[in-house]
């Protein structure tokens, strides 16, 4: 399998646990991989009536490439904070308390994972 195929297949994977764990949590799941022409997010969940959460999942195995929340710089923030807006715009009954969240996913050599949830990831 192709590099490229191997970690878009473990960010599938990563994006499928983080919404499993959001709707533990009693998140309710508005949309995945919500994509415009300007970026992409992950997850868009709702926690309350009055709060939507934007978030960004980010996987990683065994730190090859620095820990996941290292890939969430200025740049994909501000990519998350336009694609949010065209969101809102395009969903105007969507309630409008807006946040922003990572999630941290960490494949280990051990076969296992640690998931590390930043509810407020970013303003």
Do not use: H, W
């Not at 994006?15 to 970026?39: D, M």
């Not at 090859?64 to 290292?70: I, S």
């Amino acid at each position: 399998m192709k590099a490229k195929s191997l970690n878009r297949k473990k960010g599938e994977t990563g994006e499928k646990l983080a919404k499993e764990f959001l709707e533990k949590l009693g998140y309710k799941i508005i949309a995945v991989n919500f994509r415009k022409k300007c970026g992409e997010i992950d997850i868009i969940a709702d926690k309350s009536q009055n709060n939507i959460y934007f978030i960004e999942v980010k996987s990683r195995f065994q730190n090859n490439f620095g820990m996941p929340l290292e890939a969430v710089n200025g740049k994909k923030m501000d990519k998350i904070a336009k694609v949010s807006e065209l969101f809102l715009l395009e969903y105007p009954e969507i309630p409008k308390s807006i946040n922003y969240a990572i999630i941290s996913i960490e494949y280990l050599s051990n076969s296992s994972i640690k998931l590390i949830f930043f509810e407020n990831g970013f303003d």
